[in-house]
Every structure is written in structure tokens, then in C-alpha cells.
């Protein structure tokens, strides 16, 4: 089932999917500095949007990862969600698994546009997606009924390769035939080959993600909300594309916990609610609960507590002690740079609910002044819009 979206929903969704963007390129320049106090030693009561400095990490435990980047721009979690992003633009909105594979593995992999840091998820996923192929491979030659030579096996598997990478089902015959016989006139090789490109796509698996349970699970998360809000099957897609990066149980409860979180702030729900309705799907309640609970807004102390590196179980407390605590979009990045340690994965958590909540502009709402320091913040803008206003 799904519901009509009105104007003011998509208002708030457009907001939202933009902060996450925002909040993700105002933490970069401080990303993975684990020391707070050496935090507001270089970056003071603002620490937003400072240019990435191998010097900001002398004198406080860190690790530099962003070399070449310049202030406003995206993380490797920023670059991770436009995959996603692309993927669901080119589909209506709806997830197709395949597409988002291929899409991450183009992106990220050999010969793919990304410059920057490759996070271990992405590893593993680019690695198990060469090894599913492969078995894929096998699996199709050991099914082809002629006798071939090693050599027709090798050319057949380079003919057939770019199109199962790319076209999937139906789509693979006739393109994939056209190729084999610019090499091999006989039928019945041209027949193995179509035979192979389609053994191939069928033996591809949907969970290629890395056995992780760190912050990349959900930082893809806000625009495949957006995309299926007030939709009934909305925790089953969100599997369906965490086990493409990340194959763990735990990532994925963790998942449909932020996804539940932010599904309802979309909808218009307090904070409050979200946060409850959050924590009915976390593996870690009791930790939620504590984190929520005081008057202060302490994020360097939520660190202490919970934890400051990429692991979902340390992050999502953290998240929840900002979410509770801050009263404005400024307020929540900039205590969620103060914290250190993985600000950029919190960020796309933190930045989406408070902008859900508040908005663009005004006391509370991202500051206008942000929007436009975000590294092409017009295109970015741009597929946000497309994206949920197509719904």
C-alpha cells in the first residue's frame, strides 16, 4: 500500500534528503578526529565547513582520509547515497537491485568516477561482487551442453561480460548474440553464448554486501525513504539494499531502526514519536533510551559514553542523544562535529531529522549561508527535487 504524498510533505522530504547532503560536507574537514578538545581547538564554536587539513590531526588521535578534498565537499557516505540516489532516479523510485549494484561497482570500482576514501564495506562489496560473478561464470560454463575450447570458453565469457553487466533477462539475447557473431558464425556457439550471458544473470545474488555492521548500512538510507514513504513494504526494501553493501543481521535491524526513525518525521511526527518508533526496531534499546534521557545537549560526553568510531551499536546512541537534545538544524551538525570520530556516517542521520523537523532557513532550519557551500549544491538540489516530487 501506498499513500498520496501532499505538498507539504514533499516540502519537508526535499528538506530533509538536502541536509543530509549539507550535514555530510560540513563535517568533512574534521571527519575522523576523535579528539574533542583538539575538535575545538581548530574549529571552535564553528567547526563547519573547514577545508581538510592533515594538520588539523597533529597533537589528537584521528586518521586523515580525505587528502585532496576542499571544503563543502561530500564524503565517501555523500558519494555512496548518489549511487544510490541515481539508481532509484533511473527507476521511478523504485529500488532495482541489480541497477544499484552495477551502478556502486561502476562508481567505486576500477575505472569508476570516485576520487577519495574506499571504506571497508565498499571493499567488501566490490570484492564480493567480482567473486559472485565469477561463480556465476563458472556455474554457466559447467551448464553449456557443446563442446567448446578453453579458447571459445575465454572469448565467449569477454563477449558476453559487458552485457550481463549492464542488461539483465530479456534484454541480454539479442545484443549479446550480435556480439558473439562478429567472431563465431555457428549457430550453435552463438546459442552457448546467450546460453552463458543468461546462466550468468540468473546465478547473480542480491546480498553482495560485506560482512559489516558500521555506519555505511544507513547513511544511504534518507533518499530510499523519501522514495517509499507511506509505503507498506517500506523495511523490506530497506534490507533488500543494506544486504547490497552490507550482508549483517545487525546492520540491517539497525537499518529499520533509523529508516522507521526518519519515515516518521517525514510524516510529520514529533521528534518524540520518531525517536520511539525508532527504538521498537533497534537491537540496543536500553542504550537509545539512556541516550535520550538528561536536559543537556552533550555530544562529546555521548561519545564518551557510546562510543565515537563507525560501528552502528557506538553511532546510533550518539545519533539519538543529538536528536533529543539539539533545537535546531545548526545546532545538532555542529554537536555532531564536536563529538569526533565518524561525523560524516552520524551526519546523515542527524542532518535529515532535524532538517524533516525544521526546514530550510530561519532560526532553527539549515542556514541558506550552508546550502550554497555544498560542492554542486545545484545538481545535488536538483535530483533531490526530481526525486520526490515525482512520487
Known sequence: MTCTVSSDRKATMIAALAGGWVADAASLGLHWLYDSQRIHDVGGASPEFLPPKAD?????????????????????????????????????????????????????????????????????????????????????????????????????????????????????????????????????????????AETIDHHLLPESGADDMQLPAISKL?????????????????????????????????????????????????????????????????????????????????GDAYGRTCYLYEAMPVIFHILSHARSYTEAVRANIQCGGDSCGRAWIIGPALAALYGVGGEHGIPLSWLVRLTDAPAIIADVESLVENK
Open 56 to 196: 588539523y590531526f597533529k597533537g589528537g588521535f584521528g586518521y586523515f582520509a580525505h587528502e585532496g578534498k576542499q571544503a563543502g565537499d561530500i564524503s565517501h557516505y555523500g558519494a555512496a547515497t548518489g549511487v544510490l540516489t541515481d539508481s532509484l532516479l533511473a527507476h521511478n523510485g523504485t529500488l532495482d537491485i541489480r541497477d544499484y549494484q552495477r551502478r556502486f561497482r561502476a562508481f567505486f570500482g576500477p575505472g569508476g568516477r570516485w576520487q577519495g576514501y574506499i571504506d571497508n564495506p565498499t571493499r567488501g562489496t566490490l570484492n564480493n561482487l567480482s567473486t559472485i560473478e565469477q561463480k556465476a561464470i563458472e556455474q554457466a560454463l559447467s551448464a553449456i551442453s557443446i563442446t567448446l575450447t578453453d579458447k571459445q570458453k575465454r572469448v565467449l565469457v569477454q563477449k558476453v561480460l559487458p552485457y550481463t553487466r549492464h542488461l539483465s533477462g530479456e534484454q541480454l539475447a539479442d545484443p549479446v548474440r550480435k556480439a558473439i557473431s562478429l567472431t563465431y558464425q555457428e549457430p550453435e556457439i552463438q546459442d552457448a553464448g546467450v546460453h552463458l
Open 222 to 302: 534518507p533518499p530510499l525513504v523519501a522514495s517509499y514513504y507511506g509505503n507498506d513494504n517500506l523495511l523490506k526494501v530497506v534490507e533488500a539494499a543494506v544486504r547490497v553493501t552490507n550482508h549483517n543481521d545487525e546492520a540491517v535491524a539497525w537499518a529499520k531502526c533509523a529508516a522507521r526513525l526518519l519515515d516518521h518525521l517525514f510524516r510529520g511526527d514529533p521528534m518524540s514519536v520518531a525517536l520511539d518508533a525508532g527504538t521498537a526496531e533497534a537491537p540496543a534499546q536500553e542504550n537509545l533510551n539512556k541516550a535520550r534521557t538528561g536536559s543537556v545537549l552533550d555530544a562529546p560526553g555521548a
